[in-house]
């Protein structure tokens, strides 16, 4: 059974910096064949994409909102992936959820994901 398991949010003043976490387990196949993303979603707003890691080359895709900010890494050796979060603003304030699919190309389209987290809050704020 593929679980998911974010961690790692907590109260951030601005300009300050954060790393999420996620460890997957259960995975029926290799690790090296999940695509993992980051999602966001505030109460009233729809879920929103981060960024997404590609299984095998480790290729990754920003929304425009985090590029230069944010940086997505992987351990596949470790079954986590990890959201480096920089230069923190108040927008960033969410929960943040990981997502895997396998053998899916980048994309931050929710619904081409199969197995997602429970979250991790994240609130930026002075």
């Known amino acids: 059974q593929v679980q998911l398991v974010e961690s790692g949010g907590t109260l951030v003043q601005p300009g300050g910096s954060l790393k999420l976490s996620c460890a997957a387990s259960?995975?029926?196949?290799?690790?090296?064949?999940?695509?993992i993303g980051w999602f966001r979603q505030v109460p009233g707003k729809e879920r929103e994409g981060v960024s997404c890691?590609?299984?095998?080359?480790?290729?990754?895709y920003y929304t425009d909102s985090v590029k230069g900010r944010f940086t997505i890494s992987r351990d596949n050796a470790k079954m986590t992936v990890y959201l480096h979060m920089n230069s923190l603003k108040p927008e960033d304030t969410a929960v943040y959820f990981c997502?895997?699919?396998?053998?899916?190309?980048?994309?931050?389209?929710?619904?081409?994901?199969?197995?997602w987290g429970r979250g991790t809050q994240v609130t930026v704020s002075s």
């Open positions: 997502a895997t699919a396998a053998w899916i190309p980048l994309t931050l389209v929710a619904d081409k994901y199969d197995f």
């Open positions: 259960g995975f029926p196949f290799n690790f090296d064949y999940y695509t």
């Open positions: 890691i590609d299984a095998s080359d480790g290729s990754a």
